[in-house]
C-alpha cells in the first residue's frame, strides 16, 4: 500500500471534519460561492482549511436552509465527480460522513 491508500474511517474523519467546518460557517452566516472538493486543505496535523476565498462573502440577509442546502449540494456533486474513478464505498463513506457531520453540527 501506497502512502496514499486511506482506511475508510480515516476518510470518514477527514469528511466528519468537513462537514463540520461547513455548518460552523454557515451558522456564521459565511457563504462560499465555489464549494468543491478542490477547495479544501488537509495539513499535515490534519486540520481542515477551506481555500480560494475570494468570492466568499457574509451576505446581508440570513442564508436560507435552501441557500445552506445548494451550497451543501455543490460540494457533494464535486464529491461525486472528483471519485468517479475512485471504489464507490469510499466515496459513499465521504458524503454520508459529511451530511451527517453537518447535520449534526447545525
Same mark, same amino acid.
Given at each position: 500500500?501506497?502512502?496514499?491508500?486511506?482506511?475508510?474511517?480515516?476518510?470518514?474523519?477527514?469528511?466528519?471534519?468537513?462537514?463540520?467546518?461547513?455548518?460552523?460557517?454557515?451558522?456564521?452566516?459565511f457563504f462560499h460561492p465555489d464549494l468543491n472538493l478542490m477547495n479544501f486543505l488537509l495539513d499535515s496535523k490534519h486540520n481542515i482549511h477551506i481555500l480560494d476565498l475570494d468570492k466568499a462573502s457574509?451576505?446581508? +440577509?440570513?442564508?436560507?436552509?435552501?441557500?445552506?442546502?445548494? +451550497?451543501?449540494?455543490?460540494?457533494?456533486?464535486?464529491? +461525486?465527480?472528483?471519485?468517479? +474513478?475512485?471504489?464507490?464505498l469510499y466515496v459513499q463513506a465521504i458524503v454520508s460522513a459529511l451530511q451527517s457531520s453537518y447535520r449534526g453540527a447545525m
Open positions: 500500500a501506497g502512502d496514499r491508500d486511506h482506511s475508510i474511517t480515516e476518510i470518514e474523519t477527514v469528511a466528519s471534519s468537513m462537514g463540520s467546518l461547513i455548518a460552523k460557517l454557515h451558522r456564521l452566516n457574509v451576505p446581508e +440577509n440570513l442564508l436560507t436552509d435552501e441557500k445552506k442546502q445548494q +451550497n451543501i449540494n455543490r460540494l457533494i456533486r464535486s464529491i +461525486n465527480k472528483q471519485g468517479q +474513478n475512485a471504489n464507490r
